[in-house]
């Protein structure tokens, strides 16, 4: 009896809570209103997919090499805005916001799983003609990645050029996720924490990522928060958050890709990671992790006090060490 009072006490919470949180609109903001004017959008399975294309506002971009560029959790595609305009110099940009996040469609019912999505991006790449690609990829895009990588190996449908990865999950058993990320992984239970945690708490656990001194400020923690729950059904984060579980069931194919693709006779990938080494989940020591697993392991380390968003904490020098690596590309 105790227990039912208990999730009667819940439900009836969540739909205060609901009744009285008013709606969420990312447009009023000019950086996310911006960025969605830029991009297109593409259908997958019958839902919308926002993603960034640089050739709506540079028209040599289709002569141009192209780049994939894949973000993190929870947050967007928004991520890259502000590497952007040097990365749009040589490459062609495409940037989905995944199912589920940022502007794209999150229906309540559907199985996003790492698969899923790269089943989405190679049907977008499809549908731009495009066969052969670079990658930078942040956090779940980093996992995202490797099993790109590892499609390689299966079939080779499509050529991948290279590949840099930035702060992420490449090695579960390096992966540092907090109480609260494997909270909200837990069915029903991550379902009430989507309910009940404010938006604005949500912001702070952001900020846990981010080093001490590039702290994001209130108004980027709102434009980050209201990409993630924009329409956002009642158990999106439980969703999402199931990648950890995948990253322990296919550790051995994705870790084994990166050292795969190098090694292939016709068309090696190089493959570079850029780390910012503060980062409490998946900083230095990822790092180091990844030069213990990986043969002939290329890696840059940031500054010390840069930590799990690269490219919104050091842009400058996180450019510098991607361009550098494109540099030498044979």
């Known amino acids: 009896m105790d227990i039912i009072l208990i999730l009667f006490i819940i439900i009836v919470g969540i739909l205060l809570k609901k009744l009285l949180t008013p709606s969420i609109n990312p447009y009023r903001f000019p950086k996310i209103h911006n960025w969605s004017r830029q991009g297109k959008y593409f259908n997958f399975d019958g839902y919308p997919v926002f993603y960034y294309d640089s050739s709506v506002r540079d028209t040599s971009a289709n002569s141009k090499?192209?780049?994939?560029?894949?973000?993190?959790?929870?947050?967007?595609?928004?991520?890259?805005?502000?590497?952007?305009?040097e990365l749009e110099t040589k490459f062609h940009l495409i940037?989905?916001?995944?199912?589920?996040?940022?502007?794209?469609?999150?229906?309540?019912?559907?199985?996003?799983?790492?698969?899923?999505q790269v089943n989405m991006i190679e049907q977008l790449l499809n549908s731009l003609n495009i066969n052969q690609f670079h990658i930078l990829a942040h956090d779940v895009g980093d996992t995202i990645a490797q099993e790109f990588l590892a499609r390689q190996i299966d079939d080779r449908k499509y050529i991948i050029l290279s590949t840099v990865f930035l702060n992420g999950g490449l090695f579960p058993e390096a992966h540092r996720a907090f109480i609260m990320m494997k909270l909200l992984k837990t069915p029903i239970i991550g379902v009430i924490l989507q309910a009940i945690i404010p938006r604005h708490a949500i912001g702070s656990g952001i900020?846990?990522?981010?080093?001490s001194s590039t702290q994001r400020t209130q108004q980027e923690l709102d434009e980050m928060t209201s990409l993630l729950f924009f329409n956002?059904?009642?158990?999106?984060?439980?969703?999402?958050q199931c990648y950890l579980n995948e990253r322990a069931a296919n550790r051995d194919r994705w870790v084994n890709a990166i050292n795969q693709v190098q090694a292939l006779e016709k068309n090696p990938i190089r493959v570079r990671l850029i780390d910012g080494p503060c980062d409490p989940i998946?900083?230095?020591?990822?790092?180091?992790?990844?030069?213990?697993?990986?043969?002939?392991?290329?890696?840059?380390?940031?500054?010390s006090h840069i930590g799990h968003y690269p490219?919104?904490?050091?842009?400058?020098?996180?450019?510098?060490y991607f361009l550098d690596f494109h540099s030498n590309l044979s």
């Not at 900020?207 to 080093?211: A, D, E, H, K, S």
């Not at 998946?282 to 500054?303: A, F, W």
């Open 282 to 303: 998946s900083g230095k020591h990822m790092l180091d992790r990844y030069r213990e697993v990986i043969h002939n392991p290329d890696t840059c380390l940031l500054q």
């Open 232 to 240: 956002a059904p009642y158990n999106l984060i439980q969703q999402l």
């Open 207 to 211: 900020n846990r990522v981010f080093g």
């Open 65 to 85: 090499p192209v780049l994939l560029l894949l973000h993190g959790y929870p947050t967007s595609s928004l991520d890259w805005i502000d590497m952007r305009d």
């Open 95 to 116: 940037a989905p916001d995944y199912i589920g996040y940022g502007l794209s469609a999150k229906p309540i019912s559907f199985s996003y799983t790492i698969s899923t």
């Open 311 to 320: 490219n919104l904490e050091d842009p400058q020098n996180t450019l510098k």
